[in-house]
């Protein structure tokens, strides 16, 4: 059975940093792509970064509002993926969710929910000004 646990969320002013972890359980947990997604209250879903490792590349995406702030990385041994959140922001306030299972690698890294099948609980941000 899949399993994606968020942790390392928690309340910050803005300009601060939190690291997010997503730990991965079951057949997905060697999955090469992998994403971060946060919503917020009242608002749509929105893809904040990607993942993909194949043979020795990474490749990464990430939506343009968090480009130059927001870092996704991965530690294969531990089946865990990061996102490391600078320069934090009250915009960046939300449910920030892992998720994994992409049918067709083809679209990796991908920041489109509609291409992830197995999602985790999230883990509450909440930047003040």
């Known amino acids: 059975q899949v399993q994606l646990v968020e942790s390392g969320g928690g309340s910050v002013q803005a300009g601060g940093s939190l690291r997010l972890s997503c730990a991965a359980s079951?057949?997905?947990?060697?999955?090469?792509?992998m994403a971060w997604f946060r919503q917020a209250p009242g608002k749509d879903r929105e893809g904040v970064a990607g993942?993909?490792?194949?043979?020795?590349?990474?490749?990464?995406d990430y939506a343009d509002s968090v480009k130059g702030r927001f870092t996704i990385s991965r530690d294969n041994a531990k089946n865990t993926v990061y996102l490391l959140m600078n320069s934090l922001k009250p915009e960046d306030t939300g449910l920030y969710y892992c998720?994994?299972?992409?049918?067709?690698?083809?679209?990796?890294?991908?920041?489109?929910?509609?291409?992830?099948?197995?999602w985790g609980q999230g883990t509450q941000v909440t930047v003040s000004s």
């Open positions: 998720a994994t299972g992409v049918a067709w690698y083809s679209s990796c890294p991908s920041i489109n929910g509609d291409d992830y099948k197995y």
């Open positions: 993942i993909y490792t194949v043979g020795s590349g990474t490749y990464t």
């Open positions: 079951g057949y997905t947990s060697t999955s090469p792509c």
